[in-house]
């Protein structure tokens, strides 16, 4: 039975579900493929830290060089996380002949195209489909069994914490804050959520789907985003009575050569399989000519989900090398469509505003829309939210103005709702969000 030696990079919580992936299931792994595939090495800064898991204390190492250098060792697995110095160290492995597997959806967002190259040069293969979305296997089913489809469009959602925080918030009516540390608390949000719950993770995650389906490069920090920390209680509760549920949603399509994407809280009507995906769970929802809408759907991260994908690309990895075929002719990753990027392109959207309620209000607020250009499909007036007095100082009430806008770019929208603060037509802008039709 031909052996298969892998070095590890790292021993966190994705590391630790890594080992147990391959060495839970060893015996039928070996059965079903032929190949003895053992992680003879792993880089471990902090060897007496209790990392909750039986591993031979010989098998780890504080030199990064014990591994990349290591002549039998043929597949090196990246799980440090971060841009640096993951990245040079996934270089320097690919330059040393050592084919990589990695979950790091930040460097592969940030550096995807130089890894390919140097994979391409040197006849080895980078895998990343723990990069996105965890365990469930949706770029290996982009680049395997889908290949064959055009796609107009992706919509994700890519984040386990943010879809955590928005279900328990529309479910149990749960303020943000309290969701978040909640979170926290079940290890479904670090101790810094920023890139969570401001998109950023969704970006990386949405840059890869974009390379892979449209063969176009739009780095994470190109791409429209917007976290869900302005998504309060009343949102929710007006997006239900529209027939609407709230989710951070990372959207790409592709039209007439443009391809429009972006990362923000949207509006998905109640009907749609994407509105159904509740609490730590990923989704993935695409459309394509020849096999029209699919939907994967699955455990987005967590260390034995993301470990299963990550040990998926290593026997995928060894299975190629141990027939003396393993390079992509094709790297997964492209670059190579003649596609305009356009940014967030023209949508619908949800605003939520406060105005004094006195005569003539609305028609001075859609007179400026109109100005600008802009339809309105829907404009709810809510009771007043005060008595009409505020600081002692009798004043007209305030009253929640709600619209939904028919298709705009939202550079339209942001002057226009620009305009109408400047007027005094309204007294502030609360929230808005993409309507997802």
């Known amino acids: 039975m031909e052996k298969i030696k892998v070095g590890m990079l790292g021993i966190g919580n994705i590391g630790r579900g890594t080992y147990q992936a391959l060495y839970m299931n060893q015996k039928k792994i070996a059965d079903t493929t032929g190949l003895d595939i053992e992680i003879v090495k792993i880089l471990n800064r902090h060897p007496e830290k209790d990392r909750g898991i039986d591993i031979p204390k010989e098998k780890y190492t504080k030199d990064v060089d014990d591994i ?3 002549p039998e060792i043929s597949i090196v697995v990246e799980l440090i996380g971060g841009i640096e110095p993951a990245t040079t160290y996934m270089a320097r492995a690919l330059e040393n002949g ?5 979950a790091n959806k930040a460097a592969i967002a940030a550096n995807g195209k130089m890894l390919a190259e140097l994979a391409q040069k040197h006849h080895v293969l980078l895998r990343f489909e723990a990069a996105v979305a965890g365990g469930i296997p949706i770029l290996t ?4 069994a889908l290949l064959s489809n055009e796609f107009s469009s992706v919509h994700g959602i890519l984040n386990g914490t943010t879809n955590y925080i928005l279900t328990q918030m529309e479910e149990n009516g749960k303020n943000y804050a309290d969701v978040l540390r909640e979170a926290q608390a079940k290890g479904f949000a670090e101790a810094d959520p920023t890139a969570d719950v401001e998109g950023i993770d969704a970006a990386n995650k949405l840059s890869i789907l974009i390379s892979l389906i449209f063969g176009l490069g739009v780095g994470p920090k190109q791409i429209p985003t917007q976290g869900i920390t302005q998504i309060g209680s009343e949102d929710i509760a007006f997006a239900r009575d529209f027939g609407y549920r709230i989710k951070l949603l990372a959207s790409a399509r592709e039209e007439n050569g443009e391809v429009a994407a972006s990362v923000e809280p949207s509006l998905i009507p109640e009907s749609h399989p994407l509105a159904n995906v509740r609490n730590e769970f990923n989704a993935v929802f695409i459309t394509g000519n020849a096999v029209d809408n ?3 759907y699955g455990r987005g991260a967590g260390p034995l989900p993301t ?3 990550v040990m998926g690309d290593v026997i995928g990895v060894a299975r190629k090398w141990e027939k003396d075929s393993a390079y992509d002719i094709v790297p997964q990753l492209r670059y190579d469509a003649d596609l305009r990027f356009i940014g967030e392109g023209s949508n619908k959207y949800y605003v939520r505003m406060t105005a004094e309620d006195i005569p003539g209000v ?4 859609t007179t400026i829309l109109g100005a600008h250009g802009i339809s309105i499909e829907t404009a709810i007036q809510r009771p007043a939210k005060n008595s009409g007095s505020e600081d002692g100082v009798s004043r007209a009430p305030l009253v929640p103005l709600i619209f939904i806008f028919a298709n705009v770019d939202k550079t339209i929208v942001s002057d226009a709702l620009d305009d109408l603060v400047e007027n005094k037509c309204v007294r502030s802008v609360e929230t808005v969000m993409r309507v997802a039709d």
């Open 98 to 102: 050592k084919s990589v597997v990695t």
């Open 141 to 144: 089913s982009l680049t395997t």
């Open 362 to 365: 609305m028609g001075k607020i």
């Open 68 to 70: 990349l250098n290591d």
């Open 294 to 296: 699919l939907m994967f």
């Open 307 to 309: 470990g299963s994908a």
